[in-house]
């Protein structure tokens, strides 16, 4: 079992790019009205194919918040589940993009973010998810995130897939800065 997770996004701040490693000990996922799940870091991946535990693959858009040391970073990721109830959601691996931008370069504007998502089947792409990044998560209160630590802020609105689902993708678009990140991976049942 791990205790740590090791991130290595690649962050765009200031018409550059940078990689920093950076350590997740602990993790959580927030649902809602002020609902707050802590999370196993072993369950966090960078893959772009996960597996699950039998059931209906689900993926609900989520808006990550990483603690580094020159501030904390948002990223987008995917609350995968096979079911809607707590202990599948436990169960699946939870995908972070390795796109990440800097939350200070994005707070002026934090209002103007998508969040977006869609299942994937074959060449179908089915949207599940659209709203504004505000109305996912609060940040104003987290600009100082304790270091060694994510929160998982889940989509409000998280469609369900409408048939059998191959796999997910998640995109925050900010229309100021004319930039998206990103993620997609497929999730194949195992029994």
Not at 31 to 54: C, E, F, H, M, N
Not at 59 to 71: E, F, K, Q
Not at 104 to 113: Q, S, Y
Not at 116 to 124: A, I, K, M, N
Request: charged letters at 20%.
């Amino acid at each position: 079992m791990s205790s740590q997770f090791l991130y290595r996004p690649h962050v765009r701040s200031g018409g550059k790019v940078y990689t920093p490693d950076l350590v997740i000990e602990l993790a959580w996922v927030s649902y809602g009205q002020g609902k707050v799940v802590a999370l196993p870091v072993d369950r966090l991946t960078t893959a772009s194919a996960i597996q699950q535990p039998g059931g209906s693959q689900h993926g609900i858009a989520a808006i990550a918040l990483v603690a580094a040391g020159d501030g904390p970073l948002l990223t987008v990721a995917s609350l995968h589940s096979a079911s809607f109830y707590a202990p599948a959601l436990l169960a699946c691996a939870k995908p972070l993009s390795r796109q990440a931008w800097r939350l200070a370069d994005v707070a002026p504007h934090l209002n103007r973010l998508k969040l977006r998502s869609w299942h994937l089947t074959g060449d179908e792409r089915r949207p599940a998810t659209e709203e504004p990044a505000g109305r996912v998560a609060g940040f104003a209160a987290l600009s100082d995130l304790p270091p060694e630590r994510v929160i998982l802020f889940a989509a409000r609105q998280a469609g369900r897939p409408h048939g059998k689902a191959d796999g997910f993708e998640v995109e925050l678009e900010d229309p100021v800065r004319g930039e998206t990140l990103s993620l997609r991976y497929s999730a194949e049942n195992i029994e």
